[in-house]
């Protein structure tokens, strides 16, 4: 089992900054890649970037140029600065965690390919 604790989300204005942070316990030698997606209200969960254990990373198209993942092997940890936040980023922000090789069905930007997921953290951008 693998336990997934997102942290960092809050309330800031438009064009700020937030980092989140998620920490793996648990059977986290078995990670090969981490994702972040969010969610808002009325609308279904999205993807917004993700990385693999050997460092390849992945964005979403509205996200790209403004977020950058990252990732602590050591302290088992995968983060993802926000930069120049927009209203419309406000959304639980939800961490997964994939326990083996990403592939061409399984995909870094689909939600099924994530094997453990977080509670999520709440990003809230005000305009």
């Known amino acids: 089992q693998v336990q997934l604790v997102e942290s960092g989300g809050g309330l800031v204005q438009a064009g700020g900054s937030l980092r989140l942070s998620c920490a793996a316990s648990?059977?986290?030698?078995?990670?090969?890649?981490m994702g972040w997606f969010r969610q808002a209200p009325g609308k279904e969960r999205e993807f917004v970037s993700a990385?693999?254990?050997?460092?390849?990373?992945s964005y979403s198209d509205s996200v790209k140029g403004r977020f950058t993942i990252s990732r602590d092997n050591a302290k088992n940890t995968v983060y993802l600065q926000m930069d120049s936040l927009k209203p419309e980023d406000t959304a639980v922000y939800f961490c997964?965690?994939?326990?083996?090789?990403?592939?061409?069905?399984?995909?870094?930007?689909?939600?099924?390919?994530?094997?453990?997921w977080g509670q999520g953290t709440q990003v809230t951008v005000s305009s």
């Open positions: 990385i693999s254990w050997r460092g390849s990373t």
């Open positions: 997964a965690d994939r326990r083996g090789p990403f592939t061409s069905t399984q995909r870094m930007d689909v939600i099924k390919s994530y094997d453990y």
């Open positions: 648990g059977r986290t030698f078995s990670s090969y890649g």
